[in-house]
């Protein structure tokens, strides 16, 4: 089953607004990532922020963590026509034999209109 | 390499045929991971290895799938008998250790497997 569960499946806007994406989960994590998808294939890692830490910038990207409620949040300010992709949010698991193990949610489909 | 290299990008079998898929992970890269994603989904865990451990097989969904590693090189994905049910890009993942806090994973490009 899927550790991470993205909301919303799909988010439409317009060049220059800002994205919000949300992550869920429910077991204790090590840290938790997101990733971006262009056209179904390789994914490419955006940030990565550790279990203890509750806010992470980077460029035009903020990620927050809040591991009492067991959810994140992807925020993309001043988006732009090339933001358009999947984005995925997955968790590293924190401990045991699977340590670090990297289980992924369904993503967000994000488009972004000129 | 610079990146994580698979091959081949696209694969067309029919069914009930073998597949090996390559992985070519980032030269010192100790952990590697086998995903499957079929068409608008998320990405499904298949097998994790680490290093000289054991690997994490949990994610293989049937007896017909396979993977081996080499030490910290090459690593292939072996499905016996494919189905029509199996066609979906599989992604091959590295980094320098398992459980790394800093660099995330890097994906190759991914196998295209059609199952005809």
């Known amino acids: 089953s899927q550790q991470g569960e993205e909301d919303p499946q799909a988010l439409s806007i317009q060049e220059g607004e800002n994205a919000t994406m949300n992550c869920s989960y429910k077991?204790?994590?090590?840290?938790l990532q997101w990733y971006r998808q262009n056209s179904g294939r390789g994914l490419v890692h955006l940030i990565l922020?550790?279990?203890?830490?509750r806010e992470k910038h980077s460029g035009r990207l903020r990620v927050t963590l809040d591991t009492s409620k067991k959810s994140s949040s992807l925020l993309i300010t001043a988006s732009r026509a090339a933001d358009t992709a999947s984005y995925f949010c997955?968790?590293?698991?924190?401990?045991?034999?699977?340590?670090?193990?990297?289980?992924f949610g369904q993503g967000t489909i994000l488009t972004v209109h000129p | 390499g610079a990146g994580v290299s698979q091959s081949p990008s696209n694969k067309v079998t029919e069914k009930g045929k073998d597949v090996e898929l390559r992985c070519d992970p980032i030269?010192?890269?100790?952990?590697l991971y086998w995903y499957r994603q079929r068409l608008g989904q998320g990405l499904e865990f298949l097998i994790y290895?680490?290093?000289?451990?054991?690997?994490?097989k949990s994610g293989l969904p049937s007896d017909r799938f396979s993977a081996e590693r080499t030490g910290e090189s090459v690593s292939t994905l072996t499905i016996q008998r494919t189905q029509q049910e199996d066609s979906a890009v599989y992604l091959c993942?590295?980094?320098?250790?398992?459980?790394?806090?800093?660099?995330?994973?890097?994906f190759g490009s991914g196998t295209r497997l059609t199952v005809v």
């Open positions: 993942a590295s980094s320098l250790y398992r459980g790394d806090r800093v660099r995330g994973y890097t």
């Open positions: 077991t204790s994590i090590n840290n």
């Open positions: 922020i550790r279990s203890n830490e």
């Open positions: 997955a968790t590293a698991n924190a401990g045991g034999t699977s340590y670090g193990k990297l289980t």
């Open positions: 030269s010192g890269h100790t952990a």
């Open positions: 290895f680490q290093g000289n451990s054991a690997p994490d």
